[in-house]
């Protein structure tokens, strides 16, 4: 009896140390959003690096890397680089790159920083 009550205080210390040291890239699955000026920013994050950004009514696709363990990259394919470039500047580009710094991230909510220094706090929408 001593043995197994040994045993299942050691399968739940496991099992809660595994459940504490979930990284980044395995907390950010899923969908997120922020608002900013007025606008609802979602951004759907799947295990295979596929991306969905939407804003507004716009809903873009694309991928996501991870160039080190707290920095997410978002490129967003732009399907309206070829309407008027001259008019679309930067937006005029055929992928849309965005660089987010990620300071803290659970379950629930995620605190990251743009390339620009500007901090957004997402919520885990499903």
């Known amino acids: 009896m001593r043995c197994l009550t040994l045993v299942a205080?050691?399968?739940?210390?496991?099992?809660?140390?595994s459940c504490g040291s979930r990284?980044?890239?395995?907390?950010i699955i899923g969908t997120w959003e922020t608002t900013e000026g007025g606008d609802t920013i979602r951004l759907e994050f799947e295990k295979d690096g596929n991306?969905?950004?939407?804003?507004?009514?716009f809903t873009l696709t694309g991928r996501y890397t991870w160039p080190d363990e707290n920095t997410v990259e978002i490129s967003l394919d732009n399907p309206f680089a070829k309407?008027?470039?001259?008019?679309?500047?930067?937006l005029a580009e055929s992928v849309l790159k965005f660089r987010y710094t990620i300071s803290t991230i659970?379950?629930?909510q995620m605190t990251a920083t743009d390339a620009n220094?500007?901090?957004l706090t997402f919520k885990r929408v499903k």
Not at 9 to 17: G, H, S, T
Not at 23 to 27: C, E, G, H, I
Not at 51 to 57: C, L
């Open 106 to 108: 659970d379950r629930e």
């Open 83 to 90: 309407l008027a470039p001259e008019k679309l500047g930067k």
């Open 51 to 57: 991306v969905r950004g939407s804003r507004g009514f």
């Open 9 to 17: 205080v050691a399968v739940l210390c496991l099992l809660a140390a």
């Open 117 to 119: 220094g500007k901090q």
């Open 23 to 27: 990284s980044p890239r395995q907390l």
